[in-house]
């Protein structure tokens, strides 16, 4: 027993001295339940809702205000023309149109049917049917206050206000739609940046890093040979993964191919130069592949592939734009779904960039030190 | 072996921040020497010798290797010479025939050249049956002469080990130093580093370093007489007691 024992002791000083396990093994734990504790909030708030208003009258101003004053949204002004609306969607700047339909306020006098369309942005299936059920919930409470009212004064016959709700993008909710970008954003991320840290690491581990250094080959050409094989891989995956969406599970792709392609590519040199940076802080194959997993964490909860980052804290929507799959996935989401041009997404590619360079510069100061 | 200097150093001195690595070492090596650079682990050999390939940059003094500036010109200096690490690190998920291509690419040897080269060292290793074997397959001995072979497959006028014959058993390492008298033969001038004593007496001429300074400097027979020693052992005994910096 004695013996046993004076193993296992041998093993927790092995645990307690090496700081990375304890990352995983006290630090991670914590993490995991605070984000989902903290950071996802299921709850729909802050909707930006903006109203196409066909009556203007009486009534429509009423409920106009109603919605504004609630709580829950947040009031953006008028639209003129579904096209409008359509390009405000596109823009990311309203999350709910409510479409107010011509003689509403007539109608409700004469007991005849008025209607109110709600449209709500279905890339996020989620949060649009969320936000829907709140609008209509906000056109029940009028609804029947003014039935009140009118019963009160015996000006009442009564009426209906029927509301329908249109998604745009995404009409019949399918999940997949909202899924294939997060995953992309995954597959890109796990091999550009783990697998470009583990290869160069490994290198260095082996001990063949010296020899190249030794010999006339440039150090940038070590380099950039590590991030050519990674790069074309997935764009290889990236196709693949597309043409199994797109032919298998119909997954649309209304933009255009070409602006995907190209957001995709920075999307990729982000990573790359992320990976690159990981290899010259770590000093083992092991090590590299520690991080990268542990980058995963992050990815997966901030960057909107699962959680939607509206709904988050403030700090935590601050720290999702530091994650570059953040922007990757939202641009791919307006563009695969929503069809949008390329002056939609300048603000998600001009991140990237930025990111990567960032990942570069940084990445570039401690390589040469490193290997030499 | 002529009187044409290869390696000059002048005061060479590497520091990291306050602990000097490399005191101000200066010495001279002939083409087609074979030097041996001693010194117990830890005395600054491996940082010497890292800046006379041009892996390092010195903090003080000058070094040339093959008329070039090593601070300088250290591109210049890559081109010409031949590497063989501690770890004699090849390739091991390449094959030998591989390894032996990819080096030869990468100090612009031409394709036909290569080929002509491979064949003829495969043969006078007798690893012709190997050519198309893993490296991680090949028993160490075969490891070491191959990073050996592959260090000068380029024919450099200069050659740096360091520490080439580490882990392996003294019949081995005996056979090696056979392909290390025929380099030299060629012409070849080699640098090597070593904490085995008895190798110290392959050499030419040795240098034996301790707390980064070169104490000691010549021929073997020259430094048993200096030192009264019967053998290397003895000498660098002598020295090494005296060592600040150790293991």
Redesign the interface.
């Known amino acids: 027993m004695k013996q046993f024992l004076s193993f296992v002791r041998k093993e927790f000083i092995h645990i307690l001295r090496d700081p990375r396990s304890l990352l995983i093994l006290l630090v991670m734990p914590q993490i995991m339940v605070l984000l989902p504790g903290y950071v996802i909030k299921n709850e729909v708030k802050d909707i930006r809702v903006a109203v196409l208003d066909q009556s203007r009258d009486i009534y429509t101003e009423q409920l106009t205000q109603r919605l504004y004053a609630n709580e829950y949204f947040i009031g953006k002004g008028e639209v003129r023309t579904e096209e409008e609306a359509a390009e405000l969607f596109k823009k990311g700047e309203i999350d709910l149109v409510v479409v107010f339909g011509p003689e509403f306020a007539n109608r409700i006098i004469h007991s005849q049917d008025a209607s109110v369309q709600l449209l709500a942005d279905g890339s996020e299936p989620n949060q649009a049917s969320v936000r829907v059920a709140y609008a209509q919930q906000v056109v029940a409470g009028f609804q029947k206050e003014l039935a009140q009212q009118m019963a009160q004064t015996g000006t009442g016959q009564p009426f209906n206000i029927r509301v329908n709700s249109r998604m745009l993008y995404n009409p019949q909710q399918r999940s997949e739609v909202n899924f294939v970008p997060g995953v992309v954003g995954m597959v890109i991320l796990l091999i550009c940046c783990m697998m470009t840290s583990i290869a160069i690491v490994r290198e260095r581990e082996m001990g063949t890093m010296e020899i190249l250094l030794a010999s006339p080959l440039p150090s940038i050409d070590i380099v950039l040979a590590k991030l050519v094989p990674y790069m074309i891989i997935s764009l290889i995956d990236m196709a693949t993964i597309l043409c199994l969406s797109y032919f298998v599970m119909n997954v649309p792709m209304s933009g255009s191919l070409m602006v995907y392609v190209i957001t995709a590519v920075i999307y990729i040199f982000t990573s790359l130069m992320l990976g690159l940076l990981i290899s010259t802080v770590v000093n083992t194959q092991l090590a590299a592949m520690l991080i990268s997993l542990l980058l995963i964490v992050p990815t997966i909860y901030l960057s909107g592939m699962v959680f939607a980052v509206e709904s988050m804290p403030i700090a935590a929507q601050i720290a999702s734009n530091i994650v570059p799959a953040k922007w990757f996935i939202s641009a791919s989401r307006k563009i695969m779904v929503e069809g949008v041009s390329m002056e939609y997404v300048a603000t998600e590619i001009r991140a990237l960039a930025i990111e990567g360079l960032v990942f570069m510069l940084l990445a570039w100061r401690f390589f040469k030190t490193r290997l030499a | 072996m002529t009187d044409e200097i290869v390696i000059k150093a002048e005061g060479l001195t590497k520091k990291f921040g306050s602990f000097t690595a490399t005191d101000h070492v200066t010495f001279e090596v002939r083409k087609g020497e074979i030097f041996g650079f001693l010194g117990a682990n830890g005395a600054g050999k491996t940082t010497a010798m890292r800046m006379l390939?041009?892996?390092?940059?010195p903090s003080e003094g000058k070094a040339t290797v093959a008329g070039y500036d090593v601070a300088t010109e250290y591109?210049q200096v890559?081109?010409h010479?031949g590497?063989m690490?501690?770890?004699f690190?090849?390739?091991?998920d390449l094959t030998v025939e591989e390894n032996l291509v990819l080096?030869g690419g990468?100090?612009?040897m031409p394709r036909n050249k290569v080929r002509d080269k491979i064949a003829e060292l495969l043969q006078e290793l007798g690893f012709e049956a190997e050519r198309k074997t893993m490296v991680k397959s090949l028993p160490l001995g075969w490891k070491q002469k191959l990073a050996f072979s592959l260090a000068i497959f380029h024919e450099p006028s200069i050659v740096?080990l360091d520490e080439p014959t580490g882990g392996v058993d003294p019949v081995t390492r005996r056979q090696f130093w056979e392909l290390i008298y025929k380099a030299a033969d060629n012409g070849i001038t080699v640098f090597v580093t070593t904490h085995y004593m008895d190798e110290a007496e392959y050499c030419d001429r040795v240098s034996i370093m301790v707390d980064g300074r070169i104490d000691a400097l010549g021929s073997p027979a020259q430094l048993k007489q200096q030192f009264h020693g019967n053998s290397m052992y003895d000498v660098f005994y002598a020295l090494a007691r005296t060592a600040k910096r150790g293991d």
Not at chain 2, 53 to 57: F, P, R
Not at chain 2, 89 to 92: E, N
């Open positions: 390939c041009g892996l390092s940059q591109e890559k081109r010479i590497y690490s501690q770890k690190s090849l390739y091991d080096f990468i100090y612009g740096f």
